[in-house]
């Protein structure tokens, strides 16, 4: 009797995950509506902490560098506030700021243990993508594709208000512009470059429900799916989400069919995109992107003469003219300084070897089922997941494609500490404790050995930009 209001109550705690994680990025008003105004989503942020509290006492997150990251990254970014514009409301509205986004690793760490939760939050992400793909859908077919680019100034912004009330998923461009409206989300997607971005993440992901010799369900599950999800990022016209999808196929191909054939098929399929206009007509070159080279370019200036602690998450506006860097590695570094950006590589470093090591099979074992005995929790009484070789790194290729995605359009986005990484962070880290208990592969890494590696990337990254700079100016 005991044992299953444990697993009740446990229970809770992963749906009220999920609600949370779909409120963050479609936000309050869009699934509560008038009832938003309540703060609906700090009472579940306030339920999922009280539930979550029973857990955290040999819980996978305080086995992990992650944590120790996001702690370090929530005070760089009160820091940075604090000590560049010496202002402590700011410094606290900085580190507030950035609790929502981070508590996402937390509650995947501490709630979707097992890979059948792990499906489920996989479908979190897939409903949220096609939700805002058909209602641009529906937009653009209810009168989105007749714009305000034709009217006269004047008239373009007393319209253009109401325009993107009645269009909320369509981003309309300004007169000058002759590419089409773009699509995008709410909240934390409300940019087309983070929806294009997001979806590029789930499309591999969608592939944990592929089923060898299930020709029909894995056309419906998976097939039907992705397909829903390229048409979405053609919407966006991200011509950073087209990177990353190249990228994505690159790696995906590579494993299969070796590097050179992989190379020729990514560039083909990069061509065709380009053909077909996903980016609304605009170029992928060095010359079209000298606008973000350029903000760069400033951005590692920022950096130079504030190289400690920043100058102040959220303030990159005021020193670049309203714009951000349009880099993560960049925003970071010039935000939060180089101790910020030494957490933030705390946090990646992890996060990519410990997905790299579940992706190989040379480096996973076989390994022992876990005995219903040898298990601690209250949760003892549910029956134990059989979880083999195959499947864990199945979980590893996918979670290293979709890393693979955001990196690549991170590259291109100033979204450093978008929530997105931070799950895909604690997904691998579940994949990973699945594999560890199981005796499948090697302990963590301890936390003496992460530490000087995350500082070595963290040098490495602002030299790739840096080279990258120069090669990009000799070329001009």
């Known amino acids: 009797m005991v044992a299953a209001i444990w697993v009740r109550f446990f229970t809770m705690g992963f749906v009220l995950s999920i609600l949370y994680f779909v409120t963050s990025y479609l936000t309050p008003p869009v699934l509560f509506g008038p009832l938003a105004f309540a703060r609906v989503e700090l009472i579940l942020a306030a339920l999922l902490f009280l539930v979550s509290l029973p857990r955290l006492l040999g819980s996978l997150i305080l086995k992990t560098p992650q944590s120790l990251a996001l702690i370090g990254l929530a005070f760089a970014g009160f820091l940075s506030?604090?000590?560049?514009?010496?202002?402590?409301?700011?410094?606290?509205?900085?580190?507030?700021?950035?609790?929502?986004?981070?508590?996402?690793?937390?509650?995947?760490?501490?709630?979707?243990?097992?890979?059948?939760?792990?499906?489920?939050?996989?479908?979190?992400?897939?409903?949220?993508?096609?939700?805002?793909?058909?209602?641009?859908c529906i937009e653009l077919r209810n009168g989105g594709q007749e714009s305000v680019h034709n009217l006269p100034t004047d008239a373009y912004t007393a319209n253009a208000q109401a325009w993107q009330a009645e269009h909320p998923y369509l981003l309309p461009k300004p007169n000058d512009w002759e590419m089409p409206n773009r699509l995008r989300g709410q909240g934390l997607i409300g940019d087309p470059n983070d929806f294009g971005q997001l979806v590029v993440c789930v499309m591999p992901l969608v592939f944990i429900f592929w089923r060898r010799k299930k020709t029909l369900l894995n056309f419906l599950r998976v097939i039907l799916p992705v397909s829903a999800l390229l048409y979405g990022v053609y919407l966006t016209h991200s011509r950073g989400a087209l990177v990353a999808l190249t990228a994505v196929a690159l790696v995906a191909a590579r494993r299969r069919i070796g590097t050179l054939p992989a190379l020729l098929v990514a560039g083909g399929l990069f061509a065709a995109a380009m053909a077909l206009g996903f980016t609304g007509g605009r170029d992928i070159s060095a010359s079209a992107g000298e606008d973000r080279t350029a903000l760069w370019g400033e951005s590692m200036q920022v950096l130079k003469?504030?190289?400690?602690?920043?100058?102040?998450?959220?303030?990159?506006?005021?020193?670049?003219?309203?714009?951000?860097?349009?880099?993560?590695?960049?925003?970071?570094?010039?935000?939060?300084?180089?101790?910020?950006?030494?957490?933030?590589?705390?946090?990646?470093?992890?996060?990519?070897?410990?997905?790299?090591?579940?992706?190989?099979?040379?480096?996973?074992?076989?390994?022992?089922?876990?005995?219903?005995?040898?298990?601690?929790?209250p949760q003892a009484a549910r029956k134990i997941e059989t979880v083999d070789k195959a499947e864990i790194n199945r979980l590893g290729r996918l979670l290293v494609l979709s890393l693979a995605g955001f990196l690549v359009a991170g590259w291109f986005l100033s979204r450093a500490y978008?929530?997105?990484?931070?799950?895909?962070?604690?997904?691998?880290?579940?994949?990973?404790?699945?594999?560890?208990?199981?005796?499948?592969?090697?302990?963590?890494?301890?936390?003496?050995?992460?530490?000087?590696?995350?500082?070595?990337?963290?040098?490495?990254?602002?030299?790739v930009l840096y080279f990258m700079l120069r090669i990009m100016n000799l070329m001009r």
């Not at 937390?106 to 949220?128: D, G, R």
């Not at 997905?355 to 996973?364: G, Q, R």
């Open 81 to 136: 506030v604090l000590i560049a514009q010496r202002w402590a409301g700011g410094a606290v509205s900085a580190f507030l700021g950035f609790l929502p986004n981070a508590f996402g690793y937390f509650l995947v760490c501490l709630h979707c243990n097992s890979t059948k939760k792990l499906q489920v939050l996989v479908l979190m992400l897939l409903f949220v993508c096609l939700f805002v793909i058909a209602n641009g």
């Open 305 to 377: 003469s504030h190289p400690l602690f920043g100058v102040g998450a959220g303030n990159m506006g005021d020193y670049l003219g309203g714009f951000t860097s349009h880099n993560s590695v960049a925003v970071c570094a010039a935000e939060l300084g180089s101790f910020g950006l030494f957490f933030w590589s705390l946090f990646l470093f992890p996060t990519l070897r410990d997905a790299l090591e579940i992706a190989s099979p040379a480096k996973v074992s076989e390994g022992e089922p876990i005995l219903p005995e040898e298990e601690t929790s």
């Open 418 to 463: 978008a929530m997105t990484f931070f799950l895909l962070g604690g997904m691998v880290e579940v994949a990973y404790e699945m594999a560890v208990q199981r005796g499948m592969v090697a302990p963590r890494l301890r936390l003496a050995r992460v530490l000087p590696y995350a500082g070595i990337l963290a040098f490495a990254l602002i030299l």
